[in-house]
């Protein structure tokens, strides 16, 4: 079997019926990501050597989307789980790699910081030589699958090196790691995005990914393009859900009085057809984005930072209109509806945010560097 028929077998039976158990009891998607790891699914872009699959970019948007029609949770933890997968396949750590192969590891990003917020590019945390350790001390804000994740992709000030960021592998469990409390939040319920803090935790030298203080470098252009694409790619899988649901409740839901059903009124139409616009439009922009990264064409960079900001505004869009075309059905919780309107707020404030995007789309367009200096 392909990895679409794979997939698709543990969407309708798996990740599917425990989407509304996952968003009600805040609960991680465990089965789905058993079930996952499990097909070989979370190593599409591994080596063949490690393990994986070989395949690319387009392939792993296609099934983030795919997860996306119904579980918004599941759609995160894989996008970050392959994000990260990216840093470590740049830096040539074949040995994880080979773990994810194997269907053993879940890694994951901790980037984000309390003191830095969203503002990835500039962490706080230290890392310290302390004979042949290294010791890191840091307070995390917002990991997801913090307690679930086997690794984390890691980021710190540099160890000794000139640049801002320096990137490590640290796996969950280790000594002076700890993952207070639980996620309870408005959307994406199922993520366990937490704060994670480190106490005077020590890893190796050999657990540095890439050189020292050049991880900005590896995240800019390793790490973003894979959560950018994925995460708008979530955005499009959600979009095409919540459109079918509405038109189905359209079609199904009927005025007695008028003899007619909802889809027979033209503003019910009217919004139903700016969905539908909204999604094809983005889902085309995100399939360009895609295939300019793989052609290596001149316009791919821009469109990589565009998709996420274009993406998250569109889903936010789709949803507010299906809650307004299903009235007061779309409050209750059977049609989902309501569900994937919490889950599209997230990504407006997930870094990089939509209004970091749009500066950093605005300094491309005029010939400036993405980040002062």
Avoid at 280 to 300: S, Y
Wanted: net charge negative.
């Amino acid at each position: 079997m392909s990895y679409v028929e794979d997939l698709e077998e543990i969407v309708a039976t798996v990740t599917a019926p425990e989407a509304q158990e996952t968003d009600s009891a805040a609960r991680f998607p465990r089965a789905s990501v058993d079930a996952l790891r499990g097909a070989g699914l979370l190593a599409l872009s591994v080596p063949t050597e490690q393990g994986g699959s070989g395949l690319g970019l387009a392939e792993v948007a296609d099934l983030v989307r795919r997860l996306g029609t119904v579980c918004s949770s599941t759609a995160m933890v894989v996008t970050m789980h392959y994000s990260a997968t990216a840093a470590l396949a740049a830096t040539g750590r074949s040995d994880v790699l080979a773990e994810i192969g194997a269907g053993k590891h879940l890694t994951t990003l901790a980037f984000s910081e309390v003191g830095s917020r969203s503002h990835f590019w500039a962490p706080l945390s230290s890392a310290t030589a302390d004979g042949g350790d290294v010791v890191l001390d840091a307070r995390k804000s917002w990991v997801t699958s913090a307690h679930e994740a086997d690794s984390y992709v890691w980021s710190s000030r540099p160890l000794e090196g000139d640049g801002p960021m320096s990137l490590w592998l640290v796996r969950n469990g280790i000594a002076g790691l700890s993952v207070p409390g639980g996620f309870d939040g408005l959307g994406l319920r199922g993520n366990d995005s937490c704060p994670v803090t480190a106490d005077g935790v020590r890893v190796g030298r050999s657990d540095l990914l890439g050189s020292d203080g050049a991880g900005l470098d590896v995240a800019l252009a390793a790490v973003l393009p894979w959560f950018l694409l994925l995460n708008a790619s979530a955005s499009v899988g959600l979009m095409q859900s919540v459109t079918q649901a509405t038109a189905a409740h359209l079609v199904g839901t009927r005025l007695q009085h008028l003899d007619q059903s909802l889809a027979q009124q033209a503003s019910s139409r009217t919004k139903l057809a700016t969905m539908q616009i909204q999604t094809d439009r983005t889902r085309t922009l995100v399939e360009d984005a895609i295939a300019a990264v793989g052609a290596g064409r001149a316009d791919a960079q821009l469109l990589v930072l565009e998709v996420k900001a274009a993406a998250d505004e569109s889903a936010a869009l789709v949803a507010d209109l299906a809650m307004t075309a299903g009235g007061g059905a779309a409050f209750r919780k059977e049609l989902s509806i309501e569900r994937r309107f919490r889950d599209s707020r997230a990504a407006r404030v997930m870094a990089p945010t939509t209004d970091a995007l749009l500066d950093f789309v605005g300094r491309a367009l005029c010939g400036l560097p993405l980040l002062d200096a």
